[in-house]
């Protein structure tokens, strides 16, 4: 079953900015957009879409065919309730056991999905199979730097304030159990350089690179070399800016 299926989890998840507010409430969303091609006429696969959020985005920018696919059957079943549109096709499917049609589709996005999956060159030779030559590849993932030491969460002060991000066990990838939401939940470290080689060792070449900031952070943060605290700024929105939680990669395929 998939983790996502769990009642409770599920119920804490869609709580979340994301799920209630949509693309609007993700905080990179402002970086992986610029990233996305143009999608008018193109043939677009989500790989764990989730609501399917960026599946109605392709959708209303004119793509001609969409397909969500996503393993937990609660996300397909909120997908199709609240994200429809006569393009796009759901599948409650694994992002491993997809059937990843040759040169069928134009664009392959995947948002914050790849970390539930062990292997990423398993990944990178589904997505060049279904691609067809001159795609392009567009994904999100958490950081290496936030999911290698497995906790997921700050070392706090004895104030309760976050003191520092935990980075150990970087080079060792593999499982990892952080707790999310409240709950144990299992996803696969690996290093930035398996991300980067991975893609290069399957024919794609990178052409964006972003750890992307809440927006506006990132000006405020080339002003200040980090000593001082930020004036003016919501706790929360500062410690975005003390650790890279999220990388966002786009690659175009030459086969
Ligand atoms: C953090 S959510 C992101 C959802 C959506 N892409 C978004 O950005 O709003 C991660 C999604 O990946 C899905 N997922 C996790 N493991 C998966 C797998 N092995 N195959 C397909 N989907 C998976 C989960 O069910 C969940 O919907």
């Not at 990843?100 to 990944?123: E, G, M, N, Q, R």
């Amino acid at each position: 079953m998939s983790q996502y299926d769990n009642p409770d989890f599920f119920a804490s998840y869609k709580l979340m900015k994301r799920s209630q507010d949509g693309l609007a409430g993700a905080g990179e969303w402002h970086e992986l957009k610029n990233m996305i091609p143009d999608l008018n006429g193109k043939r677009l696969l989500d790989l764990g879409c989730g609501y399917g959020w960026h599946c109605i985005y392709a959708a209303q920018q004119g793509a001609s065919k969409v397909v969500g696919i996503d393993l937990s059957q609660k996300m397909i079943q909120q997908a199709q309730e609240t994200n429809n549109a006569p393009v796009i096709d759901y599948e409650c499917c694994g992002i491993e056991q997809y059937s990843y049609p040759k040169d069928t589709f134009d664009v392959v996005i995947s948002s914050l999905a790849f970390h539930y999956i062990a292997s990423f060159s398993d990944i990178c030779a589904n997505v060049k199979q279904t691609l067809v030559n001159g795609g392009d590849f567009v994904f999100s993932v958490e950081h290496p730097v936030f999911t290698a030491h497995g906790s997921g969460d700050w070392i706090y002060d004895e104030n309760g304030k976050p003191k520092y991000w935990p980075v150990d066990r970087y080079s060792m990838e593999g499982e990892r159990h952080p707790n999310f939401l409240g709950h144990d939940i299992k996803k696969y470290h690996k290093t930035l350089a398996t991300y980067v080689n991975t893609l290069i060792n399957h024919g794609f070449t990178l052409t964006k690179f972003v750890e992307p900031l809440p927006e506006g952070l990132k000006e405020i943060c080339t002003l200040n070399n980090g000593s001082e605290p930020l004036p003016d700024l919501p706790e929360a929105m500062y410690d975005e800016g003390r650790r890279p939680m999220m990388l966002l990669i786009s690659a175009k395929l030459t086969k």
